[in-house]
């Protein structure tokens, strides 16, 4: 029993001790430091031998992390990420093919221990069970690293006494059973940076590589996350519609927070891949959204999929890039000329008589995407305009004639009156999408006919009708899985000779053949999951993507996660304190507030009265000071200093300035006792369940749908926890992390890592950075206020109900205050929001402004959209066979295009 002591200055520590050990050896159990490729690169010939290997590893995980594998893979893989990928794998692939090959044979060797148990694991140590038998002990400070054993500056001490070889195996064990196995997204990664490939742009490669090859190294993937099976799904369908079709168009329309906006951008760049290999001349890319989305639609597609697009300044009239700098000259002519490949604009410019739209409708589009299309509709009502399109269906329709592709999103139900998805199909079928309804006097374009079939109210077993049904427009053999419908329509188009790529049959069903005639009439008899041949098979479902929530809980493809509606006396920890702050569902005011509110009422009037007030403008003050007295304040107080207020809705923007005396007196009548509140009754409430309901403990996230109340509230938490780290999520430049009384500004990205990492446990956003904002490590939430979206709301819970949360139930509070018009609308929303784990998915999207004057068509509206939730459709048999969940092969993908060459193609402009 000797120690023998051995330093890398006097010999080489892997030749003097590691081979005379490991060579031939029955066990080797080491606690190793960092997990990094280099792992074995020394040892690995003689470990591949060694009937036992165990081996513990430090991720700086920590210990909630271990506890979800989703959330391990995701930061296991973003740590691994975090260098640069290129020069890494090129210069290294004989190393990560050896790391794979052990991997993929010995796996479950590799634990990854948790930070809370060892921090940064400096003490490295190990036992080596000899041939004979006889154990040997080590310690010392190198990692199991070619740079550990060869390179660096090293010492090692050797023991075989049995009480030293006692207390490592103590210490491995004990490290041993606080770690989680290695995930298997780990040995993927490694394994395709073992095969990896650059290759250029032009490339031949198989329409459905294109966007596994610009996405498996964008920063999305870099992060640890990808692509959901549905949204892969989405284009996968967009690819079929391409080979199929020549010209995509389809219609998204999943439900509320199933990430909408990435397949619709993960589409629109793969579509831009295509044009680019079929050496087309490069035509406008356009994403048409609301003008409060615009922003996170750039957000998104620069931090998730690494694509850098142009934003059009509504009001500037100039494009501006992700940072929000101006990067084109001024004019409304320059719409034309965005100096991106993807532009995102404003749907705002299309519904009024503007230059931009002028211009535009002079373009011809390589793709158009439409989100929030459900906007795009034909008038209602009774009056002389009733049933003529609106001004956005009106140039969607136009444009759409113009274009090879078009993408249109919706997360409203798209069945709460059904004869409105026929707009949406109108716009599809315009130009070269003649395919998608079939010949213009075709029954397709018959809302009125064929809804009940779609329903199944109508069955088709008329064999007449059927034909007529199923010619125009004929479907590809590929549209379906169904067996009996393939040999079906593969055998109309082989005896009538109807090439792959006409979709129309002219032969009355008399002339069919027989054996063809037979076919029909077994398959129109035919149910299959209960649904009826065309609930099953028809152009509505072949050009609409539509997965449901439920659906992919039961798949188990996204978490069932419950949440606790705040404020609940049932709920409250402490009834005095929560009765001295609410009365029912609303904060409790004072006579300041309430004074101040009623100046924003009058203000709201005055407008109305001075033909100011003509739409969304008028409701600008009476928000703001809904949202916070903060907000309302800094909002008169600017337009008193003569400043001109911007206002962004869901359709349009406008600034708003102070024009008359009377508007002047009714701003300073709001100002004066907001001076003199003692204390804003929200920030009551937030310190109130931060504090007293112990919020805290759990993390949370504050929204708010203004900057103002954000900063704002940001501010005061920093003076409430002096010691806590503070973060402010916002839009452009804005974001910043406060400590103490200091504040400094910060990259959104860096932000995000804080909360990963548990750092940051106190975080504030807007809306309009919200979007692909992950939380899942925050356990409660706060809506400072309200917007008048459910739709956002449901965005906004979405951030922390997701993969990676290990809260069976989270916790969300909603704060309005008493005797305003949020009051009003969350007493309607509440009163709906009856299954815990799905809040809001059934009602309207948008709470517009004359229901909110008629409280009884309010809940009238509410109601119908919860009704029409709930009826079947046929879209569930189609898409739900492609969600099973699997391997994701995007992740795998080896062979990329380079990122540089992605992003100067993405910056090559119109």
């Known amino acids: 029993m000797t120690i023998r002591r051995f330093s890398s200055r006097t010999e080489r520590l892997d030749r003097s001790f590691l081979a005379e050990h490991l060579k031939g050896a029955r066990a080797y159990r080491r606690i190793a430091g960092y997990f990094t490729s280099s792992l074995f690169e020394v040892a690995g010939e003689w470990l591949s031998d060694i009937p036992e290997i165990r081996i513990v590893c430090n991720a700086d995980l920590s210990p909630e992390d271990l506890q979800v594998a989703k959330i391990r893979e995701t930061r296991l893989l973003g740590r691994w990420n975090e260098q640069a990928i290129e020069a890494d794998a090129l210069l290294n692939r004989d190393r990560y093919r050896q790391l794979h090959a052990f991997l993929t044979t010995r796996g479950p060797a590799i634990r990854v221990a948790p930070n809370t148990v060892c921090g940064f694991l400096h003490g490295k140590a190990g036992v080596i069970e000899r041939a004979d038998g006889r154990k040997v002990g080590f310690i010392g400070s190198l990692n199991e690293t070619r740079q550990g054993w060869q390179a660096h500056y090293e010492i090692l001490w050797e023991d075989d006494s049995p009480e030293g070889i006692a207390w490592i195996e103590a210490e491995f064990e004990h490290l041993w059973q606080a770690a989680k196995p290695l995930p298997e997204a780990v040995t993927q990664e490694v394994g395709r940076r073992a095969c990896r490939i650059e290759i250029p742009l032009d490339e031949t490669v198989a329409p459905e590589e294109v966007a596994p090859a610009a996405l498996a190294e964008s920063p999305l993937y870099r992060e640890g996350l990808s692509l959901q099976p549905w949204q892969q799904g989405f284009i996968v369908e967009c690819l079929n519609h391409y080979r199929e079709y ?172 059904a004869e409105d998805l026929w707009d949406l199909m109108g716009i599809l079928h315009q130009g070269e999408g003649r395919f998608v309804l ?301 400590y103490g009384e200091e504040v400094v500004k910060i990259e959104r990205e860096a932000l995000k890592r804080l909360v990963a990492e548990r750092e940051v446990r106190l975080m504030v956003a807007t809306d309009a950075a919200c979007e692909g904002l992950n939380l899942q490590t925050l356990g409660t939430l706060i809506n400072v206020d309200l917007p008048w979206n459910p739709t956002r709301l449901e965005q906004r819970i979405g951030r922390i109900k997701r993969w990676g949360q290990i809260r069976e139930s989270v916790d969300m509070l909603n704060l309005v205050y008493q005797g305003t018009v949020d009051e009003t609308i969350y007493e309607r929303l509440s009163e709906r929001m009856r299954d815990r784990y799905d809040l809001l998915g059934a009602l309207p999207d948008t709470i517009k402004d004359e229901w909110i004057e008629d409280i009884e068509q309010l809940g009238e509206e509410m109601d119908r959209y919860i009704e029409a939730r709930w009826q079947a459709t046929g879209f569930d048999i189609r898409y739900n066979a492609t969600l099973e969940p699997g391997e994701d092969s995007w992740r795998s993908c080896a062979k990329v295009f380079a990122r540089r060459d992605l992003d100067n193609l993405m910056r090559q402009g119109w």
């Open 246 to 417: 020549q010209a995509v168009r389809l219609l998204l329309a999943d439900e509320v927070g199933l990430g909408k906006t990435l397949s619709l951008g993960t589409a629109a760049v793969a579509l831009c891949l295509l044009a680019e290999k079929e050496r087309r001349r490069q035509k406008p890319v356009v994403i048409f959204a609301p003008a409060t989305l615009i922003e996170q639609w750039q957000t998104e597609m620069v931090d998730k999929l690494g694509v850098r697009c142009g934003r059009w300044d509504s009001l500037g009239k100039v494009w501006l890039d992700p940072e929000a700098r101006p990067v084109s000259p001024k004019g409304a002519e320059q719409i034309g000329r965005c100096p991106f490949r993807i532009g995102i604009l404003s749907t705002g410019l299309l519904i009024q008589p503007t230059q931009e739209r002028e211009f535009l409708g002079n373009l011809t589009f390589e793709l158009l995407v439409l989100d929030e299309a459900h906007k795009a509709r034909t008038r209602q009502g009774l009056g002389k305009n009733a049933g003529a399109p609106n001004e956005l269906l009106k140039f969607m329709r136009s444009a759409a004639g113009r274009a090879r592709h078009v993408l249109l999103g919706t997360a409203t139900p798209i069945q709460t009156r």
């Open 438 to 738: 079939g010949e213009d006097l075709g029954l397709w374009h018959r809302p009125d006919r064929v809804i009940p079939l779609l329903t199944g109210r109508e069955r088709v077993t008329d064999e007449e009708l059927g034909w007529a049904l199923l010619r125009s427009p004929l479907p590809p053999v590929s549209s379906s899985e169904e067996g009996a419908f393939r040999r079906l329509i593969h055998t109309i188009r082989l005896e009538l000779a109807i090439s792959p790529h006409r979709y129309g049959a002219h032969v009355p069903v008399v002339h069919l053949p027989r054996d063809v005639r037979e076919d029909l009439e077994d398959v129109l008899h035919r149910e299959v999951e209960g649904a009826f041949f065309f609930q099953r098979h028809n152009p509505i479902v072949r050009h609409t993507v539509l997965r449901k929530r439920r659906t992919l809980e039961a798949k188990a493809l996204l978490p069932r996660i419950g949440v606790n509606v705040h404020p609940d006396r049932r709920l409250s920890r402490d009834l005095s304190s929560f009765s001295a702050l609410f009365a029912g569902k609303a904060l409790r005011t004072d006579e300041a507030f309430d004074t101040a509110y009623e100046a924003a009422e009058a203000f709201s009037r005055r407008l109305g009265q001075q033909g100011q007030g003509k739409g969304f403008m008028r409701n600008l003050l009476r928000q703001r000071i809904c949202s916070s007295c903060a907000a309302g304040l800094a909002t008169a107080e600017r337009m008193l200093a003569g400043y001109a207020e911007h206002e962004i809705q869901e359709e349009r923007e406008d600034d708003l300035a102070v024009q008359t005396e009377a508007e002047r007196s009714e701003l300073q009548a709001l100002v004066e006792p907001l001076y003199h509140l003692v204390e804003d009754p929200k920030f009551k409430a937030i310190r109130h369940y931060l504090i007293v309901e112990g919020w805290i403990d759990y993390g949370c996230i504050i929204f708010s749908q203004y900057y103002d109340t954000a900063a704002w509230v940001a501010k005061k938490l920093a003076d409430l926890f002096p010691q806590a780290r503070i973060g402010l999520y916002a839009g452009a430049d804005k974001s910043g992390l406060y």
